[in-house]
T-cell receptor, first 114, second 114 residues
Framework: VTLLEQNPRWRLVPRGQAVNLRCILK??????MSWYQQDLQKQLQWLFTLRSPGDKEVKSLPGADYLATRVTDTELRLQVANMSQGRTLYCTC???????????FGEGSRLIVV | GEKVEQHESTLSVREGDSAVINCTYTDTASSYFPWYKQEAGKSLHFVID?????DRKQSQRLIVLLDKKAKRFSLHITATQPEDSAIYFC?????????????FGAGTRLKVIA
């Protein structure tokens, strides 16, 4: 059973352009939603965890700038800007916050810089 | 910052043999250590985890060992099968200004040769 739906599944992003990603939670039993990125070398890195509608955070990392928004109890968004290299963004969900909670990954949104 | 080192970047074993993947972590407060499997072109799937209150856990052909003193944990896959071929990621829970996140190792590409 799919817990998360991400779209788009992939996108060509002209250098300098921003892209908006969506993640829809299919099972409200896992309300803690996060974004992780995986670079071209397969390294995974936590970006954000947002629980409540209206929560918003920004972050600048080497290679991209991010704005994450928890829109509703079932929707998480991510804007990716100033991307220098391709990457895959994974949305995750878990039952609760805290250690010991299994992370469930969405299928990912693969971004390719052109 | 907190790190998780995954010692084997690649590993080849013959079908039926055992595979062992080793990870070390730096944060003494880490208390939860999950493992994920990523098949080619796909997302990450949870395979097994271990909490810091035990030093061994088994699920069918998977065994996880934890040595808290050495800050080391390992995944043992017994009686390997070709479908075990994938990238395996270890992770450790980290508390970060009120948020829990998981720090991942760089991944081990396991190839099971028939």
């Amino acid at each position: 059973v799919t817990l998360l739906e991400q779209n788009p599944r992939w996108r060509l992003v002209p250098r300098g352009q921003a892209v908006n990603l969506r993640c829809i939670l299919k099972n409200s039993q896992y309300p803690w939603m996060s974004w992780y990125q995986q670079d071209l070398q397969k390294q995974l890195q936590w970006l954000f965890t947002l629980r409540s509608p209206g929560d918003k955070e920004v972050k600048s990392l080497p290679g991209a700038d991010y704005l994450a928004t928890r829109v509703t109890d079932t929707e998480l968004r991510l804007q990716v800007a100033n991307m220098s290299q391709g990457r895959t963004l994974y949305c995750t969900c878990s039952f609760s916050q805290g250690a010991g909670n299994t992370l469930y990954f969405g299928e990912g949104s693969r971004l390719i810089v052109v | 910052g907190e790190k998780v080192e995954q010692h084997e970047s690649t590993l080849s074993v013959r079908e039926g043999d055992s595979a062992v993947i080793n990870c070390t972590y730096t944060d003494t407060a880490s208390s939860y250590f999950p493992w994920y499997k990523q098949e080619a072109g796909k997302s990450l799937h949870f395979v097994i985890d271990i909490r810091s209150n035990v030093d061994r856990k088994q699920s069918q052909r998977l065994i996880v060992l934890l040595d808290k003193k050495a800050k080391r944990f390992s995944l043992h896959i017994t009686a390997t099968q070709p479908e075990d071929s994938a990238i395996y990621f270890c992770a450790a829970s980290i508390q970060n200004t009120g948020n829990y996140k998981y720090v991942f190792g760089a991944g081990t590409r396991l190839k099971v040769i028939a």
